[in-house]
């Protein structure tokens, strides 16, 4: 369930009429909702009630804007960064460096460096060539620092192949029938605190049963590593719940979600951590965007042209993704069309005879979804600029990410004097 909603014929954010924020701050702009967030990161805790003591870490990565990770840490929520800038917002949005973990295969030195003298609260290694380097750089600061070894359980999370993890074949963790050794080799290692196991499959799961089958085998690794003399005591289950993006269809709640997790996982005797993103971001935004004008080549529909492209919203290039698209002034009316952005490139196509609201140049529509993998994935790609971002809490907005202008970023580009 999310806050955006017809209201006197207007789709409205919470209490927000999404026209005043087009005029306020143009388009395209993303909006969020705060109270969608909120609901989304209860409903997520909630659905783990059969879990003692559960550690939730926001996925950075699915948005990282400071005002969401803001509302996420008053929450509760920690976080799951994936990279040294991830983990400066982190901690700039007031998650404390305990409730972090620091996730991704190619942590560079510098951002070890930067794990540690943070104190974060775990590190998920990749690789035992990253708990090597972890170990040296954690002896040389007096420190040992807690970390879990993620594992590649070998399991088709049934997903979009660019978004699954956790196959032999990913770059991901360590092979499961290595990861017994690995860990004992590391938690021999001076300076490291081997505590737990990892585990994440991929995103935007429709289906339990590959998670299922990822935990069961974690829960074999637990085992095997207690028999053979090392310490478990944390197990991070990862992310990866899907989200409906159509109308109409259903995935498995958090509470479906949260009781499997119960059920697998009962006699463990670990805390347990997860790193949901899309579940909670992706549904609590949308992006708001301006017809430029519609236009007919042949036969076929019209293209309706909008002012947002996939420098702004990038999912339908890049994974062939769909994302909902609804008149902001419907009048009921309906029209087939190819929903397509300015850029110069065919794979700035959002909708192939799609039916939609019928609308025409200058009227408002939104990219439903949009609140994950979204503005984070933008670029200036054709000197479009940065898009802007806005929070709604109840009746009131903020941009919470200015628009970065063409002309501030060729500001940042140099022309050598010799040339
Ligand atoms: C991307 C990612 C997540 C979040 O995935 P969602 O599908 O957005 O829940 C969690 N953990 C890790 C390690 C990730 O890379």
Redesign the pocket.
């Known amino acids: 369930m999310d806050h955006f909603e017809l209201r006197d014929g207007i789709l409205h954010a919470e209490d927000v009429p999404l026209p005043a924020i087009a005029e306020a701050v143009g388009t395209p702009v993303y909006v969020y909702s705060r109270a969608t967030l909120v609901r989304h990161a209860r409903v997520f805790r909630d659905g783990l009630a059969g879990v003692a003591n559960p550690h939730i870490a926001f996925?950075v990565?699915?948005n990282p804007n400071l005002a969401v990770l803001k509302v996420l840490a008053k929450e509760g929520f920690g976080a799951?960064v994936?990279s040294g800038g991830e983990l400066t917002r982190a901690l700039a949005a007031g998650i404390r460096p305990q409730d972090v973990v620091f996730?991704g295969v190619g942590k560079t030195h510098p951002e070890l460096v930067q794990g540690i003298e943070a104190g974060i609260g775990q590190f998920?290694l990749e690789s035992e060539e990253e708990g090597y380097e972890l170990a040296a750089i954690a002896r040389r600061h007096g420190v040992t620092v807690p970390c879990a070894l993620r594992v590649n359980p070998d399991v088709d999370a049934r997903t979009h192949e660019k978004i699954s993890?956790g196959k032999r074949e990913n770059k991901f963790g360590v092979p499961l029938d290595r990861a017994a050794a690995i860990y004992a080799a590391l938690a021999a290692e001076p300076g490291l605190e081997m505590r737990g196991v990892a585990v994440?499959i991929g995103?935007?799961l429709a289906d339990l049963e590959p998670l299922e089958t990822a935990f069961g085998k974690l829960g074999a690794l637990i085992e095997e590593l207690r028999t053979g003399g090392q310490t478990v005591t944390h197990a991070d289950l990862?992310?990866?719940?899907g989200v409906p993006y159509r109308k109409h269809e259903t995935f498995p709640s958090p509470a479906e979600y949260g009781a499997m997790v119960a059920r697998v996982t009962a006699g463990w005797d670990v805390q347990l951590s997860f790193?949901?993103?899309?579940?909670i971001a992706g549904n609590a935004g949308v992006l708001l965007t301006r017809v430029v004008r519609s236009k007919r080549s042949g036969n076929g529909p019209p293209f309706v042209i909008v002012d947002a492209a996939m420098n702004d919203l990038a999912r339908p290039a890049m994974y062939g993704a769909w994302h909902d698209f609804d008149a902001v002034a419907p009048t009921g009316e309906r029209m087939t069309a190819h929903i397509v952005g300015p850029i110069c490139e065919t794979g700035d196509t959002f909708a192939m005879d799609r039916e939609i609201d019928a609308i025409g140049a200058g009227d408002l529509a939104v990219f439903r979804t949009a609140g994950?993998y979204g503005a984070t994935m933008a670029s200036s790609y054709n000197s479009r600029g940065f898009v802007a971002e806005v929070l709604v809490d109840g009746g009131k907005f903020a941009v919470v990410a200015d628009r970065i202008s063409p002309h501030a970023i060729m500001d940042a580009e140099r022309v050598p004097e010799w040339l």
């Open positions: 996925a990565k699915a799951d994936v996730s998920n993890t994440h995103s935007q990862g992310g990866g719940l790193e949901p993103g899309r579940v994950a």
